[in-house]
């Protein structure tokens, strides 16, 4: 039986509401980090509504600390970011092929690992409705808890806000272990991922190596390394989908 | 900051975009050369990793704290803790262990 577009959307704000309400919490860190490197909240939730990514936004704000240059930037983005180019070329698949240019650019607005995940689970082929219902609250809720985050900062006691800023990096290890624990190149990469960025950084002679330098390098060593000592097979796809 | 915020910000939304878009307008079929697929399936796992550690330890008041916040968010996400538990949990770790060290 075909669903109604409007029974498509309400599915979509559903399953976004949770996604919604975690994005308020998680951002609020987020946007303690924007004030911190000097965005005022109005920057900082206009970075969040136009971003809408939480590795790619924080990396970004490492290097606009750091005053790189825009092509530094750009590059640091497409690198923390290219993940959601795995996730594009798959939820291309999971639309319609008859779907038309403007729908596939309004859903493209908002491939976040999360509504990934829940666009990829539903049955069948996925109407853009779907993805707007989920849009309609998730979009929200990342913006104003960013916005919250760089405003209630300021009002907050330091002891709060240096536990709140662990949270963000709470969330990275989310992300991180669970596919660890399944697939054993991915650990033993995390793993040491982490020392070899600890060791560079420690290093005093590679100082002049600025951070955001030392994550674009480490990530394309690292993963390059992987992509040719471990090629990932077609069945391993799904441990992707679940991050 | 000598650079302008707003463009700082247009850049990076600029991109981000694209890199979503792109793949969905324009690719319709999968990417079939292997060794560039596995290396956008690590580019995450590593990028995460390494913007965590060290990082994470002078996010807060004390390294004790976000070392504590670390091994209970590991320990945590391994045993199939959420995106929201996990960061919350740390979040609580760091605040109650800052009552002791701080």
Same mark, same amino acid.
């Given at each position: 039986?075909?669903?109604?577009?409007?029974? *498509?959307?309400?599915? @979509? #704000?559903?399953?976004?509401?949770?996604?919604? &309400?975690?994005?308020? =919490?998680?951002?609020?860190?987020?946007?303690? =980090?924007?004030?911190?490197?000097? &965005?005022?909240?109005?920057?900082?939730?206009?970075?969040?509504?136009?971003?809408?990514?939480?590795?790619?936004?924080?990396?970004?704000?490492?290097?606009?600390?750091?005053?790189?240059?825009? *092509?530094?930037?750009?590059?640091?983005?497409?690198?923390?970011?290219?993940?959601? %180019?795995?996730?594009?070329?798959?939820?291309?698949?999971? %639309?319609?092929?008859?779907?038309?240019?403007?729908?596939?650019?309004? !859903? @493209?607005?908002? #491939?976040?690992?999360?509504?990934?995940?829940?666009? !990829?689970?539903?049955?069948?082929?996925?109407?853009?409705?779907?993805?707007?219902?989920?849009?309609? #609250?998730?979009?929200?809720? *990342?913006?104003?808890?960013? %916005?919250?985050?760089?405003?209630?900062?300021?009002?907050?006691?330091?002891?709060?806000?240096?536990?709140?800023?662990?949270?963000?990096?709470?969330?990275?290890?989310?992300?991180?272990?669970?596919?660890?624990?399944?697939?054993?190149? !991915?650990?033993? &990469?995390?793993?040491?991922?982490?020392?070899?960025? *600890?060791?560079?950084?420690?290093?005093?002679?590679?100082?002049? !190596?600025?951070?955001?330098?030392?994550?674009?390098?480490?990530? #394309?060593?690292?993963?390059?390394?992987?992509?040719?000592?471990?090629?990932?097979?077609?069945?391993?796809?799904?441990?992707?989908?679940?991050? | 900051?000598?650079?302008?915020?707003? +463009?700082?910000?247009?850049?990076?939304?600029?991109?981000?975009? +694209?890199?979503?878009?792109?793949?969905?307008?324009?690719?319709?079929?999968?990417?079939?050369?292997?060794?560039?697929?596995?290396?956008?399936?690590?580019?995450?796992?590593?990028? +995460?990793?390494?913007?965590?550690?060290?990082?994470?330890?002078?996010?807060?008041?004390?390294?004790?704290?976000?070392?504590?916040?670390?091994?209970?968010?590991?320990?945590?996400?391994?045993?199939?803790?959420?995106?929201?538990?996990?960061?919350?949990?740390? $979040?609580?770790?760091?605040?109650?262990?800052?009552?002791?060290? $701080?």
């Amino acid at each position: 039986m075909p669903q109604s577009n409007l029974t *498509w959307f309400r599915n @979509g #704000v559903r399953d976004g509401m949770p996604i919604a &309400l975690g994005y308020l =919490a998680v951002s609020f860190t987020l946007g303690i =980090a924007a004030k911190n490197i000097g &965005l005022t909240p109005f920057q900082a939730m206009l970075a969040s509504l136009t971003n809408n990514a939480s590795a790619g936004e924080f990396a970004g704000f490492t290097l606009i600390a750091a005053g790189a240059s825009y *092509w530094e930037l750009a590059v640091m983005t497409l690198i923390t970011n290219a993940r959601y %180019l795995l996730m594009s070329c798959s939820l291309s698949q999971k %639309l319609d092929p008859e779907t038309p240019l403007v729908h596939r650019m309004l !859903i @493209g607005y908002d #491939v976040t690992d999360e509504i990934f995940g829940i666009s !990829i689970a539903v049955p069948d082929k996925l109407n853009p409705c779907y993805n707007y219902g989920a849009m309609a #609250v998730a979009l929200p809720g *990342w913006a104003l808890g960013t %916005l919250l985050g760089a405003v209630m900062g300021n009002v907050l006691p330091v002891r709060v806000v240096s536990a709140l800023s662990v949270g963000l990096y709470g969330m990275f290890i989310a992300i991180i272990i669970p596919p660890s624990r399944q697939n054993r190149v !991915i650990g033993v &990469l995390v793993a040491l991922s982490m020392a070899a960025s *600890w060791l560079v950084s420690s290093i005093s002679l590679l100082n002049v !190596i600025s951070p955001g330098m030392r994550i674009i390098l480490l990530t #394309v060593l690292i993963a390059g390394a992987a992509a040719v000592l471990f090629p990932v097979k077609e069945g391993e796809k799904e441990a992707d989908r679940a991050a | 900051m000598q650079h302008n915020p707003y +463009l700082y910000i247009l850049v990076m939304a600029g991109v981000t975009y +694209l890199i979503r878009v792109l793949p969905l307008t324009l690719i319709r079929k999968e990417i079939k050369n292997v060794t560039l697929r596995s290396f956008l399936f690590y580019v995450p796992y590593v990028t +995460l990793a390494v913007m965590t550690f060290p990082s994470i330890l002078s996010a807060t008041g004390s390294v004790w704290s976000a070392l504590l916040a670390l091994v209970v968010g590991i320990v945590l996400a391994w045993r199939g803790g959420s995106l929201f538990q996990v960061a919350v949990s740390a $979040c609580v770790v760091v605040f109650v262990s800052e009552l002791f060290l $701080c």
